[in-house]
């Protein structure tokens, strides 16, 4: 299969490198003023891994008119933007997949809702989710993750093409859900870098546990099924995002409470913002969300936040 990755980054560069390492034929593609391209142009490696030779190497956003298969990975709130892009090349009857977490803050929208309102309706969209980081699979630790679209055929095509021995995909069945799920786990990643710098990580657990809940009633109330929130779009995200120390949304919340500064990507800072215009829109309450949203947005001190999670009325668990 003939694959174009759009996108550089630390996400874009390890797909590029691992379906070439499984036999496609690869062309990964960064803007010419990205520092990151030009470091592959003139290095062929970044600071987590190094690209063979056989993955090709473009500049030229048109490298997507010869691929069989167009996967995305960059910032979830400039695909409007890079669709707008795509647009003069009229592109048709190719499989676009999805390879980012997160909402559309000014509209609401799903990335596969971006994708299906500015694409050409003869390509398929898709969407890859799940656990994993950089480094460890670049050092060969195998995973699970999932890819959905509402085109079966595009959805079996990429699971037997794009599966292996490092990474085992599974057949996604609500769209809806894994796209939510995948999104707001960034933002739970946020609330326990929170909880690490106020040395309050024993409280993972409660907000594991919580967090998927309110998500899983967000999900229910978009017309998904519920249960997406407890499979490998969200909690099974977890270990990667709320523990571990390549986490960007977990150090990100960690480094703001400290009042340090991080100058990575953390995807949840953008989705927090959409979570809680959904939460008004479907009339679901989102409290570990709006609590992020309070602490990064809002200067709440984030000691008084965590009580007032505390002080809010009981209930039952489920």
Known sequence: MKVTVIGCGRWGSLIAWYLDKIGHEVTLYGRASSGHMRRFLSEHRNDLLILPESVGLSTDLGSVCGADAV??????????????????????????????????????????????????????????????HVQEFYRGIPNCMVIDSTDQKAKELLVNEFSSDLIRFYYGQDLIGNEIGAAAKNVIGIAAGILDGLNLSTLKGALMSRGTREVARLIKAMGGNELSAYGLCHLGDYEATVFSQFSHNRKYGEMFIKGEHFAELAEGCYTVKAMLSLSE??????????????????????????????????????
Not at 73 to 88: F, H, K, M, Y
Not at 121 to 130: M, T
């Open 281 to 318: 829109k479907y009339e679901v309450e989102l409290p570990i969300c709006r609590a992020v949203y309070e602490i990064l947005y809002d200067g709440a001190d984030a000691k008084n936040v965590l009580n007032k999670l505390f002080e809010r009325t009981l209930k039952n668990e489920f």
């Open 71 to 132: 996967i995305i990975s960059i910032n979830s709130q400039g695909l409007q933007s890079l669709t707008d892009e795509l647009s003069v090349y009229r592109l048709r009857n190719k499989i676009f997949v999805l390879c980012m977490k997160g909402v559309e803050i000014s509209t609401g929208r799903r990335l596969s809702q971006i994708a299906q309102d500015n694409l050409d309706s003869s390509n398929a969209i898709a969407v890859w989710l799940g656990p994993g």
